[in-house]
């Protein structure tokens, strides 16, 4: 069983998926109790949480209600018209209980059960079979995070780090959650930028990782105690591998300012593995490597290394309610891709035994920004 396969099937051990299941036995008790043996419609809670909990919910409801209220669509019935939303620390149902065909009112209902904010819930999606040459196993995806992500990256299987524009936050993967561990400001003061970017560069042996975004005077080196972030360092350019200066923004932008290890001129994204990185133009390259030529070789402003010659990458188009993640190898002269919802902000990619995790940071036509999950494995 893969990584992300292996969190999609503990759905009964993690805490959102209890209380959701909670939250169930609540619904059935009340709409038990108000049928008082009359046949009743039940039909989806319409969301108000931004993820697809309302169908969820529909699920688990269902079978609490078998052998103790007939369901039914026609005939004389109550029908029963809800909505599910988060509010605060609460995840509360609510309900108007008509008598059918008369449509005379018999009862309004609510219930709630208690949610824990630091959860992110991981709802999963369709995997779908992936792309020239690679196979996406598990996909999920977490409702709106409140904040700019501007960079993502993985230091180890479970955790994920997701650098905001103000602030770096450390989330593990907790059955169908990402639990949010240690949040931290960003050391000001903050510039304001219309497009900010943001560079993370993770050292799991040292359990640190550096981050920079374009709003931050300097850039800051963290360290993890148990499951704490803690601030260790500061410096003026974050130490990249193959750039002896390191890497900085210019100012006022989401550029980064490069000088040395083959690279001239600013960029729009690098990953350090490999030496790829994406120039100021949309052009990708690796350091060292002659310079692909053709449209097929451009990308947006995003990089991640899944296998050893194989880039995720951003795609360069204008931004849109949809996006496609671009898959590159070192020979490839087009791209194979995966559609996406949101425009691609931010990736990390990370092996894992065989197989290979895939984060990106989704910016949706509102501005609200969610995270998507995917396992993938190349095609033999």
Not at 68 to 76: E, I, M
Not at 142 to 148: A, C, I, L, N, Q
Not at 183 to 191: K, N, Q
């Given at each position: 069983m893969g990584a992300l396969a292996a969190v999609l099937v503990l759905a009964a051990a993690a805490t959102p998926a209890s209380s959701l299941g909670r939250l169930a036995d609540a619904v059935a008790g009340e709409i038990v109790r108000v049928s008082a043996g009359r046949?009743?419609?039940?039909?989806?809670?319409?969301?108000?949480?931004?993820?697809?909990?309302?169908l969820d919910l529909d699920a688990l409801v269902r079978p609490r209600l078998e052998g103790?209220?007939?369901?039914?669509?026609?005939?004389?019935r109550l029908s029963v018209s809800s909505s599910v939303a988060a509010l605060g620390t609460r995840l509360v149902w609510s309900a108007r209980v008509v008598e059918e065909p008369s449509a005379a009112l018999v009862d309004v209902l609510s219930v709630s059960s208690s949610w824990d904010p630091a959860l992110l819930p991981l709802i999963p999606g369709r995997a779908g079979s992936g792309a020239e040459g690679v196979d996406v196993l598990d996909r999920a995806i977490?409702?709106?995070?409140?904040?700019?992500i501007?960079?993502?990256a993985f230091l180890g299987d479970e955790r994920l780090l997701v650098l905001f524009d103000d602030a770096l936050a450390l989330y593990r993967r907790d059955g169908l959650a990402l639990r949010?561990?240690?949040?931290?400001?960003?050391?000001?003061?903050?510039?304001?930028v219309r497009f900010p970017g943001?560079?993370?560069?993770?050292?799991?042996?040292?359990?640190?990782?550096?981050a920079l975004t374009s709003r931050t005077p300097r850039a800051v080196l963290y360290s993890l105690d148990g499951n704490r972030l803690t601030a260790?360092?500061?410096?003026d350019a974050v130490p990249w591998p193959r750039v002896p200066a390191g890497v900085r923004f210019r100012p006022g932008t989401n550029l980064l300012e490069v000088a040395g290890g083959g690279i001239d001129g600013p960029v729009l994204a690098m990953e350090p593995e490999e030496g790829w990185v994406v120039g100021a133009e949309g052009a990708l390259a690796r350091v060292g490597a002659p310079d692909p030529s053709g449209p097929d070789r451009r990308a947006g402003p995003a990089l991640a290394r899944l296998w050893p010659g194989l880039i995720a990458a951003a795609s360069p188009d204008a931004p849109s309610e949809h996006d496609r993640i671009l898959l590159f190898r070192d020979a490839d002269a087009?791209?194979?891709?995966?559609s996406v919802e949101g425009a691609v902000r931010a990736l990390a990619g990370r092996r894992h035994g065989a197989n290979a995790l895939l984060a990106a940071a989704l910016e949706g036509a509102g501005g609200g920004f969610r995270i998507a999950l995917f396992e993938m494995a190349q095609r033999k």
């Open positions: 046949a009743v419609e039940f039909s989806p809670p319409e969301d108000h949480t931004g993820t697809s909990l309302g103790r209220v007939r369901l039914t669509s026609s005939g004389p977490t409702p709106e995070v409140e904040g700019r501007v960079a993502l949010l561990e240690s949040r931290r400001e960003l050391p000001g003061p903050l510039a304001g943001g560079v993370l560069l993770a050292a799991e042996s040292e359990s640190a990782c550096w260790t360092h500061q410096a087009a791209a194979a891709s995966l």
